[in-house]
């Protein structure tokens, strides 16, 4: 298990131990629903073909009351999001005071629009994420994790070579870890 496999999992398992009411953004979780067994998860989407159990943009969500989630979770969505200041501001009026947020947002990827679905406007820096939502979003700690390396993510932009990029993870400990593909983060409000 790589190390940003493990803060995910460690992450999404404290939000399952802590969190009574999720809010899965784009359902990015659904593969991890056995960590919320014992909670209300609540999907939302813009796309209603994929049936979420609320359709709605994320920049807003009038719908939900301020504080109603405990836990949200918002992975690979915010770089499809055509103003991601004012998603960050509703996702922090959304969690409740004390509450936990786990997200991913990509660095160096690919562009990944899907026309007529959603385009695709952003990336986004380690320190962007911190200051998107300690300054914007007003939570109160915000922990970063990148995923993958230098090496490890420029294979991983190249076909056929990024289903080997495992096997060259050892190189990445010889750079910055600055030029990576994403970043993996837990705020807490």
């Known amino acids: 298990m790589t190390s940003e496999q493990k803060f995910r999992e460690e992450k999404l398992k404290n939000m399952g131990q802590y969190c009574k009411k999720v809010l899965d953004i784009g359902q990015?979780?659904?593969d991890d629903?056995?960590?919320?067994?014992?909670?209300?998860?609540?999907?939302?989407?813009l796309d209603s073909t994929i049936?979420?159990?609320?359709?709605?943009?994320?920049c807003n969500m009038h719908m939900i009351a301020d504080g109603e989630f405990d836990g949200v979770i918002c992975c690979a969505i915010l770089e499809h999001v055509y103003a991601p200041w004012i998603a960050v501001k509703e996702l922090g009026r959304i969690t409740s005071k004390g509450g936990r947020l786990f997200g991913y947002?990509?660095?160096?990827?690919?562009y990944h629009a899907k026309p007529g679905h959603y385009s695709?406007?952003?990336r986004y820096t380690a320190e962007g994420v911190r200051h998107l939502f300690l300054e914007e979003?007003?939570?109160?700690s915000c922990?970063?994790?990148?995923?993958?390396?230098?090496?490890t993510t420029i294979m991983h932009q190249i076909p056929y070579l990024n289903k080997i990029q495992g096997m060259f993870r050892w190189a990445d400990r010889f750079f910055s870890n600055k030029q990576v593909s994403g970043y993996n983060f837990f705020c807490i409000k």
């Open 28 to 30: 990015s979780a659904r």
């Open 33 to 45: 629903k056995k960590y919320f067994s014992a909670t209300k998860y609540i999907t939302l989407d």
């Open 51 to 58: 049936k979420p159990d609320i359709i709605s943009d994320i």
């Open 105 to 110: 947002v990509p660095f160096l990827s690919v």
């Open 120 to 122: 695709d406007y952003y």
């Open 137 to 140: 979003g007003g939570f109160s």
């Open 143 to 151: 922990e970063i994790h990148p995923v993958r390396g230098n090496v």
